[in-house]
């Protein structure tokens, strides 16, 4: 299939799917074309298979904000015109899937097929601002499929909505030899001299990801046994986050990292993973951390429940527990037989339900069944 692939080319989850997605179609032989503001940051090495379309934004004085989604639709129907696409996938609704819609129309009897991926907060956070809803709900209704990350967004999406079609649930995945505690490459001594047992978060610092929960759970953590914390990523509440640390005499023990192209080195050298995320459509670090053998402490909201099996792959507890979610992770690290058995269970999980041999097939006989169907499917 000669397919193009719309997505945000940062670390947030959506852009790492889409990148991980394009690598494995092309790996089993489609032609996948990114369109994109800049090179996703995975695949900025060449891959067989995979061409890069950078979008080109005009600024001038009239715009004070210059209107992306058409450079966007005007990039893809030159990108589509050329490679005789059969199909767009836009990955997070805004404004994707806009500019892929507007495309299909500009480009008429090609027949393009258009499909959409909800990813979170598309729907969670800028589906509910009232700017956006009417957009939103049309480019839902108007794709001719919809993916959703999770049985929890997909729900959400149509109550919140009052959607009718269907919306597919294709699962986030990972690549397991990859994300795999048989990586090797972190040194652990590194971080932890003394054998201190090491926490780990990775996300975007935005408030909805709790950050300063994560060193309040860790503060708790370290009063009792020696530990390290490993902060990965960049946003919003960083600066917040390092002056909590400062004050709670934290500094020897929290690593600020900074944004990491491949987390799987580090979670190799990492025993616990912390997400106490306000809102999670599916929580694709989360995976990722199971993937590497790491339990999770997190919280028991959104699509967190599909991923992380309470007692058995970690510890999901209401938002902003912190007391539960810092015994949780101690109740792991001092038993080093319970410990075992979470760890076992959160890599079996990933390879069973969410390696990425299973799940792309999913997304490639997706993309069959919509360039098979006349109309978009109901
Ligand atoms: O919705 C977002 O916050 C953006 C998005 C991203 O680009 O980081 O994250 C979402 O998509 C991921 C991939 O499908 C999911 O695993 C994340 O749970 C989801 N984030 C949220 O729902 C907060």
Redesign the pocket.
């Known amino acids: 299939m000669r397919i193009g692939i719309v997505c945000?080319p940062t670390h947030?989850?959506?852009?790492v799917?889409a990148s991980e997605l394009a690598l494995g179609l092309a790996e089993r032989g489609h032609e996948i074309h990114i369109v994109s503001y800049t090179i996703p940051f995975r695949l900025r090495s060449f891959h067989q298979n995979v061409l890069i379309h950078e979008v080109d934004v005009l600024s001038y004085p009239l715009f004070k904000y210059p209107p992306y989604a058409l450079s966007l639709a005007t990039k893809l129907v030159a990108v589509a015109k050329e490679y005789r696409l059969e199909l767009i996938h836009a990955h997070?609704a805004v404004p994707h899937a806009t500019s892929a819609f507007l495309a299909k129309q500009m480009l008429g009897a090609q027949g393009l097929k258009t499909i959409t991926t909800l990813?979170?907060?598309?729907i969670?956070l800028v589906g509910l601002d009232e700017s956006f809803y009417e957009v939103i709900k049309f480019n839902i209704e108007e794709s001719d499929g919809v993916t959703a990350?999770s049985n929890y967004l997909q729900q959400r999406t149509i109550d919140q909505f009052a959607i009718r079609r269907e919306i597919r649930v294709i699962h986030?995945f990972v690549d397991t030899h990859r994300y795999s505690p048989e990586t090797t490459s972190c040194t652990k001594e590194h971080f932890a001299p003394h054998g201190e047992k090491i926490l780990m978060h990775a996300s975007n610092f935005r408030p909805?990801k709790r950050t300063i929960d994560v060193v309040r759970i860790f503060d708790r953590v370290r009063q009792q046994i020696p530990a390290k914390l490993l902060l990965v990523g960049e946003g919003p509440d960083r600066l917040g986050v390092q002056q909590l640390v400062k004050e709670l005499g934290l500094s020897q023990d929290v690593f600020f990292l900074g944004e990491q192209d491949y987390l799987e080195n580090l979670m190799s050298c990492a025993d616990l993973f912390v997400l106490p995320?306000e809102?999670?459509?599916?929580?694709?670090v989360a995976l990722e951390a199971q993937s590497s053998a790491l339990p999770v402490i997190g919280t028991s909201i959104?699509?967190l429940p599909e991923v992380v099996l309470h007692d058995q792959t970690g510890f999901l507890l209401p938002v902003g527990e912190i007391e539960g979610m810092a015994e949780g992770a101690l109740q792991l690290l001092k038993d080093p037989s319970l410990y075992d058995s979470f760890r076992k269970c959160a890599r079996q999980r990933a390879i069973e339900c969410f390696d990425s041999k299973l799940i792309i097939p999913q997304y490639e006989a997706f993309y069959q069944e919509i360039l098979d169907s006349g109309e978009h499917s109901q």
Not at 279 to 284: V, Y
């Open positions: 945000y947030g989850g959506s852009g799917l997070y990813h979170g907060t598309d969670t990350v986030n909805l995320s809102q999670e459509s599916f929580g694709l959104g699509g």
